[in-house]
């Protein structure tokens, strides 16, 4: 189990306001992904690091969306301005051993 | 249509009752992964098979991968409360960190 802290948990905020997501790994971890689930569109993978190097960002919806992982225990997922479309579960999980990937409990963010 | 298509959506047995859960894919399976979710928690990997005709054990949870049918199932048997949730499956398309996910299949157990 990797262990990987997210906060805020839950996040309530006005449209337009800028969002910021934390997640922590508990031991340095350099493969990062941070996913949004919503009912209408499951999980969807919006950006991977690799070596602390965004790989892939072509999930990120839009430029209001940026992600940065300074260190492999640290990174933020940062939404500016925010949007009630936003309003979504985001997970950062990291890679396992393997090739499966170990979960946080999530940041349940509302935009109103 | 998804690339992994779950069935059920979703799933009421009486507690002790078996149950089997479906993933199918539209495109050959190399490699699938199960996965559990409880409601406003993260998932929690269960299994992951690699090989066709593989079967994994966890507790009473069960997995198999068809790759012929291009199919896995999870079977549990004589469920319990604790086996209620969301359970998805997942599987790496194209690259080695991009997963395809199930739209997930629901559990409620009834006492």
């Known amino acids: 189990d990797a262990g990987v802290i997210q906060s805020p948990r839950h996040e309530v905020t006005e449209m337009g306001q800028e969002v910021t997501l934390r997640c922590k790994p508990i031991s340095g971890h350099n493969s990062l992904f941070w996913y949004r689930q919503t009912m209408m569109r499951g999980l969807e993978l919006l950006i991977y690091f690799n070596n602390n190097v965004p790989i892939d960002d072509s999930g990120m919806p839009e430029d209001r969306f940026s992600a940065k992982m300074p260190n492999a225990s640290f990174s933020t997922l940062k939404i500016q301005p925010s949007e009630p479309r936003d309003s979504a579960v985001y997970f950062c999980?990291?890679?396992?051993?393997?090739?499966?990937?170990?979960f946080g409990q999530g940041t349940r963010l509302t935009v109103v | 249509s998804q690339e992994l298509e779950q069935s059920p959506q979703s799933l009421i047995v009486q507690e002790g009752k078996n149950l089997t859960i479906n993933c199918t894919s539209s495109?050959?399976?190399?490699?699938l992964y199960w996965y559990k979710q409880k409601y406003g928690e993260g998932l929690i990997f269960l299994m992951m098979?690699?090989?066709g005709g593989e079967e994994k054990s966890h507790e009473k949870i069960t997995a198999k991968l068809d790759e012929k049918k291009q199919q896995s199932s999870l079977h549990i048997t004589a469920s319990q409360p604790s086996h209620a949730g969301i359970y998805l499956c997942?599987?790496?398309?194209?690259?080695?960190?991009?997963?395809?996910w199930g739209a997930g299949t629901k559990l409620i157990i009834k006492p």
């Open positions: 999980a990291l890679k396992g051993v393997g090739t499966e990937a170990f």
């Open positions: 997942g599987a790496y398309r194209g690259s080695n960190y991009q997963l395809i």
């Open positions: 098979l690699q090989k």
């Open positions: 495109k050959t399976l190399y490699g």
